[in-house]
Every structure is written in C-alpha cells, then in structure tokens.
C-alpha cells in the first residue's frame, strides 16, 4: 500500500537553530501533502498546506517565516523550523493523498518529534 | 468552540467488551467522515471512513454518523489489549480538499 516517510523520527536541536523535516510519499505522487502539528494530549492541528511548485498556503496563526515549507517534487515536502525554541517542541506529522476524490486515500507518515533545548 | 469535540478519556474496558467512542461537531458542512488509530508516537492510521450519513462495518469495527445530530460514533466489538491505542475523529467538507479537522482523541486501554 501506499506509505508515507518522515525523517528523522526524532531529533533534538539547540535553541536558535533549525531543524528540517522531510515528508515523502514512497510510491505515489502527491501534488499537495499537509503539515500538522501535535501537542500531547491534544488533537493534530493543521499548519499548512504545501502544494508541489507552488508556495504553501499557512492556517491562520501559523508563522510562515518561522515554518518554512518546500514541495520541491512530487514526492518530497520539507518543512524547516527556523530559530527554534523550546516552544517550538511537539509531534509533526505530515500527510499526503493518493487520489484525486476520496478521503480515504490519505495517509499519515510516521511523525517526527522534535525537541529544542 | 471548536469543530470538534471529543471526550479524551482514559477510557478502560476489560477485554471482549464493546467499545464506543464518540465525536461531536459544529460544522455542517463536514461530508466526510473519519476515524484514525494512533499508538503512541506514531502516525495515526486510517481505521473508517464514512461519507456523508449511515453506518459502516469492517470487521470489528462499525462506524455511524448522524449528520442530523452532528454526532459521529465508532463502536469496537470484541475488543482486544492490542486495541490500546488514542482513536481520532477527523472530518472535512468538500471545500478544504484533504485537510482534516480533527478531535482531541481518545484515549482506549484494553486490559485483559
């Protein structure tokens, strides 16, 4: 089946560094895959929207300079956390469709959990 | 308020019990209708998925959504330890594509 890639699962930065994430789609082309964030305990809240060639589109309270998105290919969305803090730590996962019409052809990499000391 | 609504529990069965998880939400135009496993530090992975109203079974697993209500359920029967997991509802409507909105989650312990 269709399997989305995160890397890395976990990585640990310095505040004021940044940290890049990638999102692949394995077998499949994905024109737009999504960015979400988790917080423990709370529901996965949607960043943004990254479209293949084209500038991502960001959910209201969403700094897009601070999470910067590229969809440089279809099968490759990099979401970069600039000068992170540790506020900035949390579970981000990203996910990307293998059709057109159904929601149920959207899959959900493994997540990457980011923690800034 | 948000879209969503989902009690996070900790909700605990004793093995072969049926489960019933529920999601509430405020938005009517939500057509399509979700339910997402995830253990813990993990992806979440899709269990059901519901358009529009009525039921659905797989297996163990039925999903009901009642638009009339804005009231979604997942019923789990014979439920076992490796159900253990937080069980997330997700929903959209035609217009945001394949951007979900999802609840809180609940989270299942299946002791046995």
């Known amino acids: 089946g269709a399997v989305v890639s995160q890397h890395p699962s976990r990585v640990i930065c310095k505040s004021g560094t940044s940290v890049k994430i990638e999102c692949r789609s394995l077998?499949?082309?994905?024109?737009?895959m999504f960015w979400y964030r988790q917080f423990p305990k709370q529901s996965l809240m949607l960043m943004a929207t990254?479209?293949?060639?084209?500038?991502?589109?960001?959910e209201q309270g969403v700094e897009k300079d601070k999470f910067l998105i590229n969809h440089a290919s279809l099968t490759l969305s990099t979401l970069t956390v600039t000068s992170a803090h540790p506020e900035d730590s949390s579970f981000y996962i990203c996910?990307?469709?293998?059709?057109?019409?159904?929601?149920?052809?959207?899959?959900f990499g493994e997540g990457s959990w980011l923690t800034v000391v | 308020q948000k879209e969503v609504e989902q009690d996070p529990g900790p909700l605990s069965v004793p093995e072969g019990a049926i489960v019933s998880l529920n999601c509430t939400y405020s938005?009517?135009?939500?057509?399509?209708f979700m339910w997402y496993r995830q253990y813990s530090r993990k992806g979440p992975e899709l269990l059901m998925y519901?358009?529009?109203?009525g039921n659905k079974e797989d297996g163990r697993f039925t999903a009901q959504v009642d638009k009339s209500s804005k009231y979604i359920s997942l019923f789990i029967r014979d439920s076992q330890p490796s159900d253990s997991a937080t069980y997330l509802c997700?929903?959209?409507?035609?217009?945001?594509?394949?951007?979900?909105?999802f609840g809180k989650g609940t989270s299942l312990l299946v002791t046995p």
């Open positions: 996910s990307a469709s293998t059709g057109p019409f159904s929601r149920n052809t959207i899959y």
């Open positions: 077998d499949f082309q994905a024109t737009t």
């Open positions: 990254s479209n293949e060639g084209s500038k991502a589109t960001y």
């Open positions: 938005n009517s135009a939500f057509q399509y």
């Open positions: 519901t358009y529009s109203s």
């Open positions: 997700a929903m959209s409507d035609v217009y945001s594509g394949y951007a979900l909105n």
